[in-house]
């Protein structure tokens, strides 16, 4: 089995956009989606433990999402695709996750 790929960071504009969609309460898993498409989710360290509460909820959805797409998919090469972007989803929910419970739960 290889390694857990490296997160890409989001960028500030990206980061600045999630922050004021998880105010509103209005994260997507649609963006959640290109995100793990481009392999720039986001890193737990970037945020604040309220908006890393809702960014991994969405994220959650996401992954289940994806799920039902990479069921329904019957072209092999969109099938890869679709499993390498839930393979960095759950490493990203994985590690902010971790990062959630020591950042947020123990302070």
């Known amino acids: 089995m290889q390694p857990a790929p490296a997160l890409a960071l989001a960028s500030v504009e990206e980061l600045a956009g999630i922050r004021t969609r998880a105010t509103s309460n209005t994260l997507t898993t649609d963006r959640v989606l290109v995100r793990a498409d481009t392999d720039t989710l986001v890193v737990a360290s970037q945020l604040d433990c309220n908006t890393l509460e809702k960014v991994e909820a969405v994220d959650r959805k996401a992954a289940r999402v994806l799920a039902d797409k990479i069921r329904e998919e019957n ?6 695709k679709l499993q390498i972007d839930q393979r960095r989803l759950m490493v990203a929910i994985a590690r902010n996750y971790d990062s959630y419970q020591i950042q947020c739960l123990l302070q």
């Not at 072209?75 to 890869?80: N, Q």
Request: no cysteine; net charge negative; glycine share 0%.
């Open 75 to 80: 072209d092999p090469d969109a099938l890869k």
